[in-house]
């Protein structure tokens, strides 16, 4: 590494090349550097430079694995899902629970609201009350300046649906709110609610200078932005059968213990959050799969999701358990707020794909899909958790990440992963082996 | 799309190009759908095959722009950061806090900590003073029989920590854990720490039986699983300057005024939830974007940062201000693990590129690096958002992507760009405004 100890100027007004060349000058081995970057350039330069230009300083594509997760049967319709996710099992274990509960009722999905949110803070340090009089009539004119901006979203069905003052002064002097709800439709609204929120500030910061009572200094507006966190644009995905529908679902398991265990497995998420953040993270590994395959923001889903599940003043699991006396149900409920037009919707090339695969599905029924993938991959890993243990599975692909690493040759991995099934994987495990085994062949040959 | 109502068998044992057969076929334009997929493969098929054996059911890749952050001085040392991310304005944003502190000291950072976390949940229904009081020789056992696992990380200086015996048996009815923690060094450690656990449970479970007072039917064990929240692997980011430094970084604003706002954007988040989602969902926009350009997972460090963000009870923001007489502050803490050997580290091909770009870095450099991104992140939102108010920005790339819907060519852009500064942008104004001038083109023309 090379790197100067001076501010570099200008290296966003470089062409993609001359940033190329410059970070290539800067490894071990430019040429090697520059011909492994290049590789991952798109052979046709019109959907380069459109990949390019949905970022800033891109100087090549990351590549991460597209797959498929097959028999995905929500609300009696079947999906093949799209599934971005760079993680081993995740697609193994979301295909896996799909598989079982297509033959068992398959996942049913509720939309249970669709309100997105936005919020102008602002210091009033003025009279209150007659900011609480006469906001009827503000509410209307902020409503009524924002028309341009909501004529096209009223068309498809959305729009502003409230605005609503909140007092925040107890905590911090003069502090105060507007809470600001809306129908975003099959737009995931952030440009469409920051650009409602600005226009409602201009229109307040108009009317408060028109009120003779009012001192200029009486109003400061800190900011106007969306919240990520809407707990009532929210789905809830569930998956239902009888306890004989789950007997030997785990080998020589009845239907019965198998609940039971799983129902502890939850149950511990919900006592101890160090359990619940893993829980739901697993959770997240399937949701936010589909959220990058069909373009949506995973960081968006996350913030929501997370903050949703510590809501009650305590970190809790986003699935629950319920058991009767003949069924066991598995239900997940979680808020997001997707898009399926706008942002990279209509311009990433395998997002197009996605949609068109899953059918160009309404932002709600995406909602329940990103949601019924979320549940499969928990549903797989409390499964494996409570029963098998999580390493069987995963130490496999411990072992064939290690192989991969070592260049062992393809045809040598069967034994291999056959002598460590009951011993305990390492890399130094598994160079001593391919060595030994290695020398054996030599001496063989010899 | 023609998917049948019956389940699809043997998927996953399909060729790859199987697979996108099968996948095609339900496509409206089958050779189409094909020719994009390939198109996104690899060129090298060795490369390809490599790339797809990260996942399940993989048919293509996926691509995210690969970006450059420049200018990042931490600790003094100046680093070129990679950046994943499909979002526009993140690595701009970044880009544009790191250039400012470059000339004002720069990103400081701390470790406060390395500890990992794994957990066993057992029931335990004998009498529990047995346990506790034989803990201690239990506890010997478990790491002395872990030896052939824990050997290697040994030398690299990390191993077992400690087991704590913890009894949440108030809560439901029997429950106890094993708390444990551990040092990974460089590797995120998961595979490591699930597979002490499942060792450990074995001794637990081998030692029970030897228990001559104890039933067999007294101890089950629930399930062995590192916990993705790790409060103990913290790393604190900060930048601090006088108030003089930040005249005129927004012009025409002091300093001190400038830092009064921004604590105050700051504050909202610490008393609203829902802005405290957004505010960190901002954070994170930085941290995934260096966390996948390295190879590790998002959904873990996501996971962690939020749930820690929850621990007080209320959803807290991750940064926080602290002003005195002469300095302004702004502070990052928070927990996540990170690896630069394992998983992805040494397979993906640009992953490789990003470490040695970033000069092999170790995990906790690596942290340094991802926490800075995400202060430099929710720097230039915050910042944003007390002074220009977001949109601007926002608009603009909003505006870019309708032309590139609309397919309008490059050559226009700037003068509609010019045209929209002070209007509102929608897709339906953008079409108008280019189909009224295409058309009176087309009348110049004749």
């Known amino acids: 590494m090379k790197l100067k100890q001076s501010l570099i100027h200008g290296f966003s007004k470089k062409t ?47 590549p991460m694995p597209f797959s498929i997760c097959p028999n995905v049967l929500i609300n009696d319709k079947v999906y093949l899902v799209p599934m971005v996710i760079e993680e081993s099992s995740v697609v193994a274990a979301a295909a896996k629970a799909s598989k079982l509960w297509f033959t068992r009722g398959g996942f049913k999905t509720e939309i249970l609201g669709t309100e997105k949110i936005g919020q102008i803070h602002f210091l009033w340090t003025d009279d209150k009350t007659i900011l609480y009089n006469r ?41 105060m709110q507007f809470y600001c709800t ?38 400061e507006i800190i900011m106007c932005i969306l919240s990520n966190l809407t707990p009532n644009c929210r789905v809830k995905c569930y998956v239902e059968c009888t306890y004989e529908q ?14 039971r265990r799983f129902k502890l497995g939850v149950r511990v998420a919900e006592l101890d959050p160090h359990r619940a953040t893993t829980h739901n993270k697993g959770v997240f590994n399937g949701v936010d799969a589909v959220v990058l395959a069909t373009g949506n923001d995973f960081r968006a889903v996350e913030a929501c999701g ?28 979680m808020p ?26 309404s932002a709600t029924e995406l909602m329940s899909i990103s949601a019924t993938i979320g549940l499969a991959n928990n549903f797989s890993a409390v499964k494996s958790l409570v029963t098998t243990g999580i390493q069987q599975g995963h130490m496999k692909m411990h072992l064939l990440n290690i192989l991969k690493q070592l ?16 011993k305990i994987v390492s890399v130094s495990a598994v160079r001593q082996l391919v060595e030994k085994r290695s020398l054996a062949e030599t001496n063989k040959n010899e």
């Open 16 to 62: 993609r090349d001359e940033k190329l060349d410059f970070v290539a000058n800067l490894h071990a081995d430019k040429e090697h550097t520059l011909s492994v970057y290049k590789s991952f350039h798109h052979t046709d330069s019109n959907t380069q430079n459109l990949l390019e230009e949905f970022s800033e300083n891109t100087i090549t594509n990351f």
């Open 182 to 219: 809306f129908e975003t439709v099959d737009s995931m609204g952030a440009n469409f609610i920051n650009s409602c929120l600005e226009q409602f500030a201009t229109t307040f910061e108009n009317w408060h200078s028109a009120q003779e009572e009012l001192s200029e200094e009486g109003l």
């Open 246 to 259: 789950l007997d030997n679902i785990v080998p020589g398991m009845s239907g019965k213990d198998f609940a």
């Open 336 to 361: 997001f707020a997707l898009g399926v037009v706008g942002g990279l919707t209509n311009l990433h090339p395998l997002v197009k794909q996605s949609l068109e695969l899953l059918g160009h599905p």
């Open 135 to 175: 906001f009827p009539e503000l509410k209307k004119r902020m409503i009524k300046d924002c028309f341009d901006i909501t004529e096209n979203m009223i068309k498809r069905g959305g729009g502003i649906l409230d605005i609503e003052l909140k007092d925040l002064s107890d905590e911090e002097p003069g502090l």
């Open 306 to 333: 997370h903050a949703y599940a510590a809501l009650s003043g305590a970190y809790k699991p986003l699935t629950r358990v319920e058991m009767d006396n003949t069924h066991f149900r598995f239900i997940l409920e």
């Open 407 to 422: 260049e062992v040759p393809k045809k040598r991995h069967k034994e291999i992963v056959e002598y460590f099934k009951d």
